[in-house]
């Protein structure tokens, strides 16, 4: 027996995937960083992957986010506005 199959589609333009300015990105890494928050959790109040944020936190510890020199070594501050990750 054959089952009925649907098919999603989004009207033929091409998916595109969200682009996060570094300011955000910086911001989001930053949440990862406060005393008893999981990158998960994080990730997850803001619709994204666990190891998408964690690839940001990796680049921001490394200053590559282009606003990086304007927030310190690291690229982010931590919650009690210490520079790094």
């Not at 959790?41 to 990086?68: D, I, M, P």
Request: charged residues 30%.
């Amino acid at each position: 027996m054959d089952a009925p199959m649907e098919l999603l589609t989004n009207g033929g333009r091409r998916r595109r995937n969200r682009q996060w300015p570094d300011d955000e990105k910086a911001r989001i890494v930053a949440e990862t960083l406060r005393p008893g928050t999981t990158v998960s959790e994080v990730a997850q109040r803001h619709g994204l992957k666990a190891n998408h944020v964690s690839s940001w936190r990796t680049l921001a510890r490394n200053g590559k986010f282009g606003a990086a020199g304007a927030r310190g070594p690291g690229g982010v501050r931590s919650a009690d506005g210490r520079s790094g990750c």
